[in-house]
């Protein structure tokens, strides 16, 4: 037994030890079905702003976020904001939705985000929260997991107080800025194909490389509004880059405001194992450039729209998520991570998180938030079968696909989204290390690597997933 292996037994001896004391001295409360809230009106109105979220003094270090762990900054690449767009249908109610150029944030943070707002007297009528995250891996670390690592990797936390603090306050600023910048307009819907816009390590053959677009565009024929999608990690700087940057939603922001004038909001999709495509044989930053020109250029395209009425539907579940991932369990007993321990029957660690999922349709237009990197086959299908899949599976022992469960082929996925809770492979996919689970990667039969599965909290997470929203539709109705 070498020394991973050592720590590796080690961290389970610890996490069980804590999951036994979890159930010994506490009883997860009850999380009540949640039922829709419902937003009508005669026109919608919008309202746009961003706001700086760049470092600000502090004696702390600050942490690289997105690749290896203790990668300290060294400097400025690109802007990072944060950006709020307010909707409602002309009356008095409306939801906000944000992106911000970061990794990701825990529920405890986006708590503190969604209480803030709520509190604030210059917002009225706010019935939904909505934290997008662009997942640059070219950002800081805001969730903790990147800080200097000890001898066997784990890292300390990385999250820089001040800063936090920082963007909470950014945060509620554009919000109050966007409710302050609602006018009447008309909301469309259109996607466009991207071809040849992704690549993957993994064995998924249908990549869904659509990019969707959400296009509110004012009466009075000011600067329209946009909300893309699309799913594709922004991590084309690399391990190596030590610079602050927004990466290719900075670089495809820009041009589209160059443009056309729109402002833009980014929402990445079902990333799980997708990058997007880029240059070979070229430095980083040309890569980065030419993903934001590609899809730059393919959200100027989109043509075929749908124009969508006003109405809002809502329903956000909270639900218990089995942690069986012990290195992540580790890191929340450390405190390098936010993170609430509840007692668990079903997991390996005898502890669960609570997270949650926003169900909501805008106009007609479905969409479900995330909070983790979902593989493309666990939201819009196309497992891979027995014969060809590293477990030699087949797909009957997957759940139903999110889009099967709603009836919507065209469900907008927006991953890392009120929660950050790593990655979520499909069971039959699903391949851990034999000696070293969670804390280091291993490669399957056909000789190819598993990482993803390092940071999921387990095989557990899609059932889990697709059980919660399958009871969210039923109790949701008609869009």
């Not at 296009?215 to 610079?243: I, K, Q, V, Y």
């Not at 833009?264 to 040309?286: C, H, K, Q, R, S």
């Not at 369990?329 to 949650?356: D, H, I, N, Q, R």
């Not at 899949?389 to 469900?411: R, S």
């Amino acid at each position: 037994m070498d020394v991973m292996d050592l720590a590796s037994s080690l961290i389970r001896k610890v996490t069980t030890g804590y999951g036994k004391k979890v159930k010994r001295k506490k009883t997860a409360p009850e999380i009540p079905a949640a039922f829709p809230t419902e937003i009508r009106g005669k026109t919608w109105r919008a309202g746009f702003a961003r706001e700086e979220i760049m470092p600000v003094p502090s004696e702390h270090t600050y942490y690289i976020a997105g690749h290896g762990s203790g990668h300290q900054m060294e400097g400025t690449l690109t802007p990072v904001y944060v950006h709020a767009l307010w909707l409602d249908c002309g009356n008095s109610e409306g939801v906000f939705w944000f992106s911000a150029d970061i990794v990701g944030l825990t529920s405890t943070e986006h708590e503190i985000i969604r209480q803030r707002v709520f509190r604030s007297d210059r917002i009225r009528g706010c019935k939904g929260i909505i934290f997008s995250c662009t997942h640059s891996h070219s950002g800081i670390d805001t969730v903790g997991y990147w800080g200097k690592p000890n001898a066997v990797s784990i890292p300390s936390d990385g999250k820089v107080p001040e800063y936090m603090e920082h963007l909470y306050d950014q945060s509620v600023k554009a919000a109050e800025a966007a409710y302050a910048d609602r006018k009447p307009g008309k909301l469309y819907a259109g996607k466009i194909a991207v071809p040849g816009g992704l690549f993957t390590k993994r064995r998924i053959d249908d990549r869904h490389e659509v990019l969707f677009r959400l296009r509110f565009a004012p009466d009075d024929g000011g600067n329209e509004t946009w909300l893309l999608n699309f799913g594709g990690h922004p991590n084309s700087l690399g391990g190596d880059n030590r610079m602050l940057s927004g990466e290719y939603p900075y670089f495809m922001r820009e041009q589209i405001k160059e443009e056309t004038g729109a402002d833009v909001i980014f929402t990445i999709g079902a990333i799980g194992g997708m990058d997007a495509a880029m240059l070979e044989d070229t430095e980083p930053l040309e890569r980065v450039k030419y993903q934001a020109k590609m899809l730059a250029e393919k959200a100027e395209q989109i043509g075929e729209e749908t124009e969508l009425q006003p109405k809002i539907r809502l329903l956000r579940q909270q639900f218990y998520l089995p942690v069986d991932n012990n290195v992540l369990l580790l890191l929340a007993v450390l405190g390098t991570m936010s993170f609430k321990a509840y007692p668990c029957e079903t997991s390996a660690t005898g502890v669960a998180m609570k997270t949650e999922m926003t169900y909501l349709t805008i106009g007609t237009q479905k969409f479900l938030t995330l909070p983790g990197e979902n593989f493309v086959t666990t939201v819009y299908g196309g497992y891979t079968d027995a014969e060809h899949a590293p477990t030699g599976m087949g797909p009957e022992v997957n759940p139903a696909p999110l889009c099967e469960i709603c009836g919507a082929p065209d469900l907008i996925a927006v991953g890392v989204t009120n929660d950050m809770t790593g990655y979520v492979v499909p069971p039959n996919d699903f391949v851990l290390n034999p000696t070293q689970p969670y804390l280091n990667g291993t490669h399957d039969r056909f000789d190819e690597n598993h990482y993803h599965e390092t940071n999921s909290m387990g095989p557990q997470t899609q059932r889990v997933i697709a059980e919660t929203f399958k009871g969210m539709v039923e109790r949701f109705g008609d869009a």
